[in-house]
């Protein structure tokens, strides 16, 4: 027969669980081991008594959320969590405009959509076909764009109340 004093140990291991899946990546095994534990808990504190049952029943239905989910919160910052969670992504890696510093020569140029822009689409420059991405929703084929952007290797253009050819 279990003591109350082994139900605490029982409970602190499967919290502690919950903490653990947390740090690694186990698929879920440890979320199950702990659920068995807090069920555990649950069921033999009931048989010691049902004020003892209903009291851990409580303790692991606020104190559970209030551990798994502090963790999610500190484990990231501690020198363990730094090394076993990816860091978000600087603004160089995600904006890759950079890597073509060619499309910043459209910037103000004007130009007929060739394709409809929806929203993207192809825009036409002397002959050369470079791809663009609308700011403001559908651009029918045909109309007239000027180029505000250029963004992660493709132009941003808006549609030009201008319909003039570009010159």
């Known amino acids: 027969m279990l003591s109350a004093s082994m139900l605490v ?5 499967g919290l502690a669980m ?9 698929g879920g095994a440890f979320v199950l081991m702990a ?4 069920i555990a808990v ?11 049952g209903w009291r851990y029943l409580f303790v692991e239905l606020v104190v559970g959320p209030v551990v798994y989910f502090t963790s999610m919160f500190v484990v990231p ?3 363990l969590g730094r090394r076993a969670y990816l860091r978000p ?3 160089e890696e995600v904006d890759v405009s950079h890597a073509c510093p060619r499309l ?4 103000g140029l004007r130009s007929r959509a060739i394709t409809p822009m929806k929203p993207l689409g192809l825009v036409d420059f002397d002959g050369r076909r470079v791809e663009a991405i609308s700011e403001q929703g559908l651009i029918e084929a045909g109309s007239m764009v000027v180029v505000v952007g ?8 808006r549609a030009s109340e201008d319909p003039t050819l570009p010159g």
């Open 9 to 13: 140990i029982l409970l602190t291991i």
């Open 18 to 26: 919950l903490v653990v899946e947390d740090v690694l990546p186990t």
């Open 35 to 38: 659920a068995g534990c807090l």
């Open 42 to 52: 649950v069921y033999f504190g009931f048989t010691l008594s049902n004020e003892l």
């Open 77 to 79: 910052r501690t020198p």
């Open 89 to 91: 992504p600087d603004s």
């Open 104 to 107: 910043d020569r459209y910037l």
């Open 150 to 157: 250029a963004r992660s290797g493709r132009l941003i253009v």
